[in-house]
């Protein structure tokens, strides 16, 4: 394969990896605290030995978006939402994981945790334990939770130390290499976060990122007959 092949490959490669990610998005238009993701694509140049160097494409990083998402009111005593920058910690089998979905419950030993059942952690790094007997428990702007006027407990709002090491571990949950605490934002009691998908704009870099792919594709149809028929025509 010449180096043109080789180009056009590494292209598809990290087009079919966008694809990909589009097709995440699309999916969860309505998951709660979703953040859509997009490709970073960046060139290296290939060294070769007798001909000249070759430069290639390689999609090499997902960008998450972090812009804030519409916040819609549902009621619920446990239902979070954060108004402005941070993440909610969560406890996890693999390490502690970052989230900006807000659905928690008690557990029947009285700690929050989330539909998969992690626990919530405070301003502390602490699991939140809610005793069995309280009573309109209510959550301040600041994450101060009480129950008839006595302090409970404080969530903690958290976001990476560096933003670039922010990587996206599997439907709302983020790792990071490093974190700290975040301060001016605000939480908000009764109301979620939806996700921050665009629909519209998602489907029209769906339909752009499948056509360049196939542009692709029907030049490496064409190289292949290119070089099918000028075999054939040296065995003749």
Wanted: proline share 5%; aromatic share 6%.
């Amino acid at each position: 394969m010449d180096a043109a092949g080789y180009t056009t490959l590494t292209r598809q490669s990290g087009l079919m990896r966008e694809m990909s990610i589009v097709a995440n998005n699309i999916a969860n238009i309505s998951t709660t605290g979703f953040r859509s993701e997009g490709v970073v694509f960046s060139e290296f140049v290939e060294r070769m030995d007798s001909d000249p160097s070759l430069s290639m494409a390689y999609a090499s990083g997902r960008n998450v978006d972090l812009d804030q998402a519409t916040l819609s009111q549902t009621g619920g005593t446990f239902d979070f939402a954060i108004q402005g920058d941070g993440f909610f910690l969560i406890e996890t089998p693999q390490g502690e994981r970052l989230t900006r979905a807000g659905t928690f419950t008690p557990s029947a030993e009285g700690e929050l945790v989330n539909p998969d059942g992690y626990r919530l952690l405070d301003a502390g790094g602490a699991p939140i334990f809610i005793p069995p007997d309280a009573k309109g428990v209510a959550l301040a702007s600041d994450g101060t939770l009480s129950s008839a006027g006595q302090p409970l407990a404080q969530v903690g709002l958290w976001q990476p130390s560096d933003p670039l090491t922010l990587r996206h571990q599997g439907g709302t949950l983020f790792a990071a290499d490093a974190l700290e605490p975040v301060e001016g934002s605000q939480i908000l009691q009764g109301m979620l976060e939806e996700s921050n998908v665009e629909p519209v704009s998602e489907i029209a870099r769906m339909i752009t990122v499948q056509r360049a792919y196939e542009l692709g594709q029907k030049f490496l149809d064409a190289e292949d007959q290119r070089v099918r028929g000028v075999i054939q025509a040296l065995g003749r």
